[in-house]
Nanobody, 124 residues
């Protein structure tokens, strides 16, 4: 079972990045898919989550209107389009598969599967 995250990099404030998370090794159809981020010295925070159908989507207040989460079911891939990036968006971004579907995204220790993380650095 693997969640392979990619797409991070170094950008200037105001730029855009798209993160990808390719899921493999089992069926994730009943799982909710999400993104978290962790800045240096900080806790891991929820960013966004979606069902595979896209009919249920959640965003953290800090990214609403700037980030968009989406899925490509044929590719078993979840994307996070990040626009208008700010220096405070700098963090390692992790994709996650939630075994409880779209519930209990705050229960990080029991969430399910995690990707390896991809670093996003936004310079001012």
């Amino acid at each position: 079972v693997q969640l392979q995250a990619s797409g991070g990099g170094l950008v200037q404030a105001g730029a855009s990045l798209r993160l990808s998370c390719a899921a493999s090794g089992r069926s994730f159809s009943s799982y909710g898919m999400g993104w978290f981020r962790q800045a240096p010295g900080a806790d891991r925070d929820f960013v966004a989550a979606t069902s595979w159908s896209g009919d249920t989507i959640y965003y953290a207040d800090s990214v609403k209107g700037r980030f968009t989460i989406s899925t490509d079911n044929a590719k078993n891939t979840v994307y996070l389009q990040m626009n208008s990036l700010k220096p405070e968006d700098t963090a390692v971004y992790y994709c996650a598969a939630n075994s409880r579907g779209m519930n209990k995204w705050d229960n990080i220790p029991l969430l399910g599967y995690w990707g390896q993380g991809t670093l996003v650095t936004v310079s001012s």
